[in-house]
């Protein structure tokens, strides 16, 4: 209790400072993956190699790619309801329950590993067949 009475006065008194911290938060969700590079080369470097430099780029493009295809799909989609598709549906309502939490609590690069597969489907519905888009009632 009183943890989260130290978060709301903070709150009120560091308001730029707390959405610095939430903006930090929700970019580690949304697909910061260099974790794996940094415990595999830079742990106990003192420097940054060029291979840890590259290879956290690398698996960064990953995900900055991956949230293209998916907002393109949604905007090639706009004038459909992508609401009214149960799967879809589900798997946004999913998704923004755990950005929501980590946006505010504990966030790091490994935490978006869970919606791995909800993300796969999405981006094979943003480059598969309309048709796939279609509500069942539609087809």
């Not at 840890?52 to 990953?62: D, E, M, P, R, W």
């Not at 980590?102 to 796969?120: A, C």
């Amino acid at each position: 209790k009183l943890g989260y009475l130290w978060g709301r006065e903070w709150m009120r008194q560091d308001p730029p400072g707390f959405f610095k911290v939430v903006w930090k938060k929700q970019v580690l969700f949304l697909g910061e993956d260099s974790s794996g590079a940094y415990d595999t080369l830079k742990r106990d470097a003192a420097y940054s190699s060029p291979v840890f430099v590259i290879t956290k780029g690398l698996s960064n493009l990953f995900w900055f790619s991956f949230w293209i295809v998916v907002l393109g799909m949604v905007f090639r989609n706009f004038n459909r309801s992508l609401a009214s598709h149960p799967v879809i549906l589900t798997m946004v309502l999913s998704f923004l329950y755990l950005f929501a939490i980590h946006s505010l609590f504990e966030s790091s690069g490994s935490h978006h590993l869970p919606l791995v597969g909800m993300k796969s489907v999405l981006v094979a519905l943003a480059i598969g067949e309309p048709a796939l888009m279609r509500r069942p009632e539609e087809s």
